[in-house]
């Protein structure tokens, strides 16, 4: 796959509307959830309590001045139209073994000096204003649009939920020798995974994103957002369809 340059616009985001229909997926074990809310008081208690998870070896001198930055960059995502925001780590050693098993209850918990793999990984909803049995036609106009960018890598998705869009792109950075630890210039090489998710109740696509700089760990990464795709639902899935056993 060709790597983009740096300077290739990333797709608009719209501001999320005060009112969207729901929608569920299972967020695996290792993710950090940013606190984004509606208000500035529940902004702030979960800022509180997702330093105290992110790192969760800390103390009051690490958490305190943590817990106002987390809040502002909260707030800036959810202007920007993110519905939710989060920060992935994982060892090594979890993604090695199976990315999928970041999805179970019990999750096997190795220490950081085996290596950590970062992500960050949002979900945002933009406005398509189709009817509910137009799913598969917007998933062709996005695919559609996409594929004219000989910079993207994107595919046709069959999701448990409906029809889907997966976009890859790779681009690579150049950093200046005073941001680097041997102070010479070095190339990161970065990857995201973007896909577009028609809403089958209508009028909206959820845009999931997970970017990370582990490309080492890439296969493992796209397996675990894989994994993630697959809980994807416009019904609650804790609700009993009509007409079966509860």
């Given amino acids: 796959m060709p790597t983009a340059p740096v300077n290739t616009p990333a797709p608009h985001l719209n501001a999320t509307p005060d009112a969207l229909p729901p929608f569920w997926f299972v967020a695996p074990e290792g993710f950090f959830a940013l606190p984004i809310a509606a208000t500035p008081e529940e902004r702030s208690e979960r800022a509180r309590f997702f330093v105290r998870e992110l790192y969760s ?101 069959d999701l448990p939920c409906g029809p889907a869009v997966s976009c890859i792109s790779v681009r690579e950075y150049r950093l200046d020798p005073e941001t680097t630890a041997t102070g010479e210039e070095t190339k990161l090489l970065t990857g995201q995974i973007q896909v577009y998710v028609p809403f089958s109740t209508g009028l909206y696509t959820a845009v999931f994103t997970l970017h990370t700089a582990s490309m080492e760990h890439w296969a493992s990464v796209y397996r675990l957002m894989s994994a993630v795709l697959q809980t994807v639902s416009f019904t609650d899935p804790l609700e009993t369809p009509s007409g079966e056993p509860a």
Avoid: K
């Avoid at 979890?94 to 960050?120: F, I, N, W, Y």
């Fill in 57 to 157: 070896r800390g103390d009051a001198n690490i958490w305190e001045p943590a817990a106002p930055y987390y809040e502002a960059i909260a707030e800036m995502m959810g202007d920007a139209g993110l519905s939710y925001a989060a920060i992935g780590l994982f060892s090594a050693m979890d993604v090695v073994t199976d990315a999928e098993a970041a999805l179970t209850d019990e999750p096997v918990r190795h220490e950081p000096s085996e290596g950590v793999v970062q992500c960050a990984f949002t979900v945002g909803i933009i406005q398509t204003d189709h009817v509910d049995d137009d799913t598969d036609v917007v998933a062709q106009g996005i695919l559609a649009t996409l594929s004219g960018d000989p910079y993207n890598d994107a595919i046709w998705l």
